[in-house]
């Protein structure tokens, strides 16, 4: 087995996790199978209960796995579907070898850091291969870090014992008032890792601007790393032309080397996908409660970029607060999108994005929470007055309620409905046609539903539900009269790949170009 271990230091954001995609990318277009793997220091368990303001999107994986959204990355660049097991967490290792130690596992042993945790997440890393060709592990969090000393000791460990390339990502700073690329920190923070006992192969370098040879050639001096193992990590217009940057530089040939291979990237068809010229250009509103951070939507936002490779479409995204926005603000949109979210703030704001599409036409697409707040629209539009859902602070007739499953839990984490679930679609539906079957699988993460008792009085209104769990769940909702507007309770978004874009997706950037020359 070989592995790729990527770290970062200095500090975060540095794109250490499109960085370890970008290179993943590389590898399988060398003909590679790849598994590629998160460590995340912090002591939670998962990424479930975490704030998306703090932490950006919680991704959903197949399994129900609440993981960073990382992963979401590597899915979205490898066109794979991974599990709970590629996401390693401070909590997950620690919870892991306190229940072996409450079992006697350990025989008597004084449990330590050394050499039982680092055994532990070793184990992890070697239970999640899968037997690919390569294993790539990001591990986050920055080098010097005390959270992060565990996960470098181990991965010193690995590397006396299986074959493995480090990969450090740093930053090389430009201050405006001096003018030059300054290499100190990046120094400082190879030094750091090499008192840790890691040796990187490969130094990725973060930078606004072009990296300056002479600047090269320092760094693989002072970092004691081949000047050709220098790579340029430059700000670009669109993430998915990192691996074409990185390939330039001979990445996939300079790992090649590394591991005695001989193979040659081959990125044609990735190149000629996201490079394939816009002849059209929509302006889509996202209507959210979390826009201040716009990795809280990551995976809403990658997916209109793949649809609009897919339409041959530029999609200009504007984000709006739901608590901020007026209703005149929606004039200007091609489109209106609600994503996922939960309680009860921004949702009459919400509500009203959704009924100005309904009414002006415009087309719509709402995402889980989305979908259920189209259902209370929808329900008011019908004369149910003060329809509500569970969740919000004031009373009403509730359409939207807790699943069974739901109440009385006792714990928050991992407690929702998660993960991939069978969606049955009605023929003759937009959905349908969207999907091209009736039987699709897609992921979901909420704890609400459509209330039964509503179901037959909105269809004699006008919507359909179009799709259908196999338990009689509501799934998707339409308005056939309507030029596009459709919501799901699923989250399509994380399926959605740069080579294989969500139906829904497609259909909305489709339907939201159409609207623009109809204008």
């Known amino acids: 087995m070989r592995y790729i271990i990527v770290t970062g230091g200095v500090l975060s954001g540095l794109g250490k996790g499109l960085t370890t995609a970008s290179i993943a990318k590389i590898l399988q277009s060398m003909g590679y199978s790849v598994n590629p793997v998160k460590i995340d220091p912090y002591v939670n368990i998962d990424a479930g209960t975490m704030s998306p303001i703090e932490h950006g999107e919680v991704f959903v994986l197949d399994d129900g796995g609440e993981v960073d959204l990382d992963l979401g990355n590597y899915e979205r660049f490898l066109s794979v579907s991974l599990s709970r097991s590629h996401n390693i967490t401070t909590g997950k290792v620690y919870e892991s070898v306190i229940n072996k ?81 300054k290499t100190k920190p990046a120094q400082h923070s ?12 490969m130094l990725v370098c973060r930078t606004t601007t072009q990296l300056q040879p002479e600047v090269r050639t320092k760094l693989a001096l002072f970092c004691n790393v081949k000047e050709d193992a220098v790579i340029e990590n430059r700000d670009v217009d669109d993430i998915y032309s990192l691996p074409l940057h990185l390939n330039k530089q001979n990445v996939g040939q300079h790992i090649a080397t590394r591991f005695g291979l001989d193979s040659v990237p081959d990125l044609g068809s990735w190149k000629k996908t996201i490079c ?49 926005f007026s209703r005149s603000d929606l004039t200007p949109y091609d489109g209106i ?40 629209e929808f329900s008011r539009a019908c004369g149910i007055d003060d329809a509500v859902s569970t969740e919000f602070e004031k009373r009403g007739t ?32 937009k959905a349908f046609e969207l999907y091209g079957a009736e039987d699709i699988e897609e992921r979901h993460r909420h704890r609400l539903e459509v209330n039964h008792e509503f179901i037959e009085r909105l269809e004699s209104c006008g919507a359909i539900f179009s799709g259908m769990s196999p338990d009689g769940r509501m799934e998707i909702l339409e308005i056939p009269s309507h030029p596009f507007f459709m919501a799901t309770q699923f989250h399509p978004e994380f399926k959605s790949r740069v080579e294989m874009p969500s139906p829904p997706f497609v259909g909305f950037v489709r339907a939201c170009r159409e609207h623009n020359l109809r204008r």
């Open 101 to 181: 130690e409450r079992r006697g596992d350990y025989l008597g042993k004084t449990v330590q850091i050394i050499p039982h945790v680092t055994n532990e997440i070793k184990e992890m890393i070697r239970t999640s291969t899968g037997g690919q060709d390569f294993v790539i592990i990001e591990v986050g969090g920055t080098v010097g870090d005390i959270e992060s000393m565990p996960f470098l000791e181990a991965a010193r460990q690995l590397a006396n014992e299986e074959d493995v390339m480090f990969v450090h990502v740093v930053p090389v700073l430009q201050l405006s008032v001096v003018g030059e690329q």
């Open 190 to 201: 190879v030094r750091e890792l090499m008192a840790a006992g890691i040796k990187p192969d």
């Open 276 to 324: 394939n010229p816009a002849t059209s250009t929509v302006d889509i509103a996202l209507v959210g409660k979390y826009t201040k951070l716009h990795d809280s939507y990551v995976s809403v936002v990658e997916a209109l970029k793949h649809a609009g490779y897919w339409t041959n479409t530029e999609v200009r995204i504007h984000w709006l607060g739901a608590e901020t």
């Open 337 to 376: 999108l609600v994503p996922g979210g939960f309680g009860p703030r921004g949702a009459e704001g919400k509500i009203m994005a959704i009924r100005y599409a309904r009414e002006h036409g415009v087309p719509y697409l709402g995402l889980c929470y989305g979908f259920q707040l189209a259902v209370i």
């Open 398 to 429: 509730e359409v939207i309620c807790f699943l069974e499953s739901q109440l009385h839990l006792e714990k928050m984490g991992a407690t929702m409905r998660l993960g991939a679930s069978p969606v049955h679609l009605k023929k003759g539906t």
